[in-house]
C-alpha cells in the first residue's frame, strides 16, 4: 500500500523479515541500555553525563523553578545535565564495535618500532592504561598496532567489551541527540526542491504508529501510518520518500536514552497500612 502527498510517499507493508529485523534491533536495543547500566566505564564511551548545577554538602542542591532549572533538548541539556553522544555512539547503534584496555607492564621493553606505531594511531606511549576502541570504520594501522601491543611483553592487552551492534542504519552525516526523556525516537530534516523552496521534515515513531509532518513556507502537511490489526503488530514496515534534496546537514536523530542509572526510586504511602497502602516506582 502506497498513498501520495505533496512533499511525501509513503508506503507500508508486513513480512516476517520486518519481524526479524524488529525483534533484533529491539532487542539488542535493551540489552545496551541494561550493559551500560550495569558499567559506568561502558557508559563513558556511549555518551557523556555532566550535571551543570551545584552540590552543596553531601546533598545535591536543585532549584527546580522555571528560571534556573535547565531544559534545552536542542543542546542535550535535561533538568541541568547536559547528556551527548560519543564520536562512538552510531557504532553502537549500528554496526558495533571493541573496546581494548592497554596497560603498559615495563616501558624498559617498549623498542621505538612500537613507539612510532603507539603514536602513528593517536595513543600514548606513555599511558600507563588507555583505551582503544575499534569499530568496523577503524583503519588497519589501529588494528594492527592492537596486535602488535597484545604479543608485546611491554604491554597487556584486553578486550573489556564487545559490541556487535543494534542493527540500525545512521549515515554518518546525521547528528545523534540522547533524549532520557522520551520513548521513541524522532528524525528531522530539511529539503530543498528545484524551485529553491525549503522544506522541515518529522518523522516519528510511537506505539502502533508512525506520524509525519512537512513544514514549507506557506504549508504544512501531517499525517500518521498506523497498525490496527493486532495480528501484524511487530511486522509492520513504514517507507517514506521526500521531495527535494535532502541537506544533510540538517539530519538529527534523537533516540531515548533509557538508563536505569537514571532512575530514582519514589516510595509513597498513602495510609497508615505500608503493605496495602504503600505505592514504590521509578521514574
Known sequence: MKENYNNISISEDFSYQNLVQIENITRTWFQLMVNLNESTLLRTFFATEQYL??????????????????????EGIFNNWKIQATEYTRHFLTSGLIIYEVSLVDKELVDDEIRQSIRDTNM????????????????????????????????????????????????????LRLDPNIVWPILTFSTTDKLNCNRKYAIENSSNIIKWSVEATESRESGCL????????????????????????????????????????????LGQDDDEQLVIFTS
Request: aromatic share 6%; proline share 3%.
Open 124 to 175: 600514548d606511549e606513555f599511558a600507563a592504561r588507555q583505551y582503544k576502541v575499534i569499530t568496523p570504520e577503524s583503519s588497519q594501522s589501529d588494528m594492527d598496532v592492537i596486535r602488535k601491543l597484545s604479543i608485546h611483553q611491554g604491554y597487556n592487552v584486553v578486550d573489556v567489551h564487545r559490541w556487535a551492534g543494534c542493527g540500525m542504519k545512521i549515515p554518518k552525516t546525521t547528528k
Open 53 to 74: 548545577g551545584s552540590s552543596q554538602g553531601g546533598n545535591l542542591k536543585v532549584e527546580t523553578s522555571t528560571d534556573t532549572l535547565q531544559n534545552n533538548p536542542a
Open 226 to 269: 498506523l497498525v490496527t490489526n493486532k495480528i501484524v503488530q511487530g511486522q509492520a514496515r513504514g517507507s517514506f520518500e521526500v521531495v527535494g534534496e535532502v541537506d544533510h546537514d540538517s539530519s538529527i536523530l534523537t533516540l531515548p536514552y533509557t538508563c536505569a542509572s537514571f532512575d530514582i526510586l519514589t516510595k509513597i504511602k
